[in-house]
């Protein structure tokens, strides 16, 4: 089972989160966590969140997601782009682009599916 990690920094260099795809199955499962500016960033604490976050998204009932949101309709398209939208900060989107065209380039996800979510993120409609 083949793991992709990457840290998410802030503007100086510190640790704030983690971003993490995972192999499961024929799939690609895709997370993060972020600290907060009062947090302490944890290794561990970060992985489990990302981890546990990917398997959430994964599986999401995104309409469910979108109302828990509140992203306005004419903001977004598809149901997957208001999950995607509604989920991952703004402050992070430009590294969670980055990585998920990362993962794509990985060999040892060769043939995986990407979550839907982040087919939208990278192939808007």
């Known amino acids: 089972m083949s793991e992709l990690r990457q840290f998410i920094r802030t503007t100086r260099g510190a640790k704030k989160g983690i971003l993490v ?6 799939k690609i499962l895709v997370g993060f966590s972020l600290c907060s500016n009062d947090d302490v960033f944890d290794r561990e604490k970060g992985l489990e969140i990302a981890t546990g ?18 992203v306005p309709a004419e903001v977004v398209g598809t149901e997957n782009e208001k999950a995607f ?21 990985v060999k040892a996800f060769e043939g995986k599916e990407l979550p839907a979510w982040a087919k939208t993120a990278l192939f808007p409609q």
């Open 21 to 26: 795809a995972k192999e499961e199955g024929d």
């Open 85 to 105: 939208y509604g989920k991952i900060p703004h402050s992070i989107r430009g590294e969670v682009f980055a990585f998920l065209k990362r993962v794509e380039r």
């Open 53 to 70: 976050r990917a398997r959430r998204l994964h599986s999401a009932n995104y309409a469910q997601m979108f109302a828990d949101a509140r």
